[in-house]
């Protein structure tokens, strides 16, 4: 016979007041039932499972993405916060794909990764106000999840585009972020680091840095980045992402997801006619066909500055654009 347990509504509440059904071993053992029972309960064929050592998913599903979420927080102990992918997600952050779960806890705490629970004690653990709360569970603050990201990813585009996403859209400032890169530990913080430096010269996404790259190496003019053409009574024109100055004429990289909102969208297309009418050549590229079509957009390039050179170009005032 198996031991015998308490009714359910004896049972500890879940860690969230949700319809998550999580507690731990001791919270279970509080709350009356044995322990015996709990081990029961989790072996092969039993009501529960293990999610994590110490931590009981009391049915026989597959854990749901927040269950894994509050599972983590669970085995982390008092204190532990979301960081990295799992938290930019629930920061709405698209280009989070979080594979696992990571967690920071203070840094006297004895944790260990295990399964999906990534467990990064620190010295510096968001506390107090600095915590913020997203569908009942607590993150880091997004500059210091991005860098937690960032951390743990290999390739500069992959960096570029985080970044790039928390900035654009969802209102981190470069200041932010380049103060929390200052505060982290250094280890595995070279790729953000450079592309803030990038993103400081004006590069805002992995296309606009691969396209300055394709230019480079194929040996075609060198453009200024970033600029802002302007009328003459000091108006904006056209925010081309590479000018030539004496041609005027460049390219733009166009991308919807990249701008803050449909009004921005808008106003790029207004200003892309308004440069027209003022003689402005400008290739629009997709940031998909910068990387899959490299040379269709460099030969197209090469034909506007081919054609640009062939008629008395005219002469536009234009400012760099602050980072």
């Not at 990201?149 to 585009?157: F, V």
């Not at 402005?280 to 910068?290: E, M, N």
């Not at 990387?291 to 460099?298: A, I, Q, R, V, Y």
Request: aromatic share 4%.
């Amino acid at each position: 016979m198996p031991p015998s347990g308490r009714r359910r509504r004896h049972l500890p509440a879940t860690v969230d007041v949700g319809c998550e059904q999580i507690a731990t071993h001791a919270e279970l053992v509080a709350a009356g039932l044995p322990i015996s029972s709990v081990v029961y309960r989790i072996q092969p064929g039993g009501r529960w499972q293990r999610l994590l050592p110490g931590v009981v998913l009391m049915h026989r599903g597959q854990p749901t993405d927040r269950e894994r979420l509050i599972g983590a927080l669970a085995y982390a102990g008092p204190g532990a916060v979301i960081t990295g992918m799992a938290a930019l997600r629930l920061y709405g952050l698209r280009t989070a794909m979080p594979r696992a779960v990571h967690v920071l806890v203070p840094h006297g705490r004895r944790k260990h990764n295990h399964g999906f629970a990534v467990i990064e004690r620190t010295r510096r653990p968001p506390t107090g106000g600095e915590v913020i709360h997203r569908r009942g569970l607590p993150l880091a603050p997004l500059a210091r999840a991005v860098v937690d990201a960032c951390r743990r990813l290999e390739g500069r585009n992959a960096v570029r585009d985080l970044v790039s996403d928390a900035v654009q859209n969802h209102g981190l400032t470069l200041a932010t972020l380049r103060n929390e890169i200052h505060l982290a530990a250094r280890q595995r913080t070279a790729l953000p680091r450079a592309v803030l430096a990038e993103m400081g010269e004006g590069v805002r996404f992995a296309a606009e840095a691969r396209a300055r790259e394709l230019i480079r190496e194929r040996g075609l003019p060198e453009p200024v980045y970033n600029v802002e053409v302007l009328d003459d009574d000091g108006a904006v024109i056209a925010i081309p992402d590479g000018y030539y100055p004496d041609l005027a004429c460049g390219y733009e990289i166009d991308s919807r997801r990249w701008h803050m909102s449909p009004d921005s969208y808008e106003a790029t297309t207004r200003r892309r006619g308004r440069a027209a009418r003022y003689g402005i050549i400008l290739v629009s590229v997709t940031p998909a066909r910068v990387f899959e079509d490299p040379d269709g957009f460099l030969a197209d390039l090469a034909g506007v500055l081919a054609t640009a050179s062939r008629r008395a170009a005219p002469i536009m005032r234009y400012r760099t654009r602050a980072a």
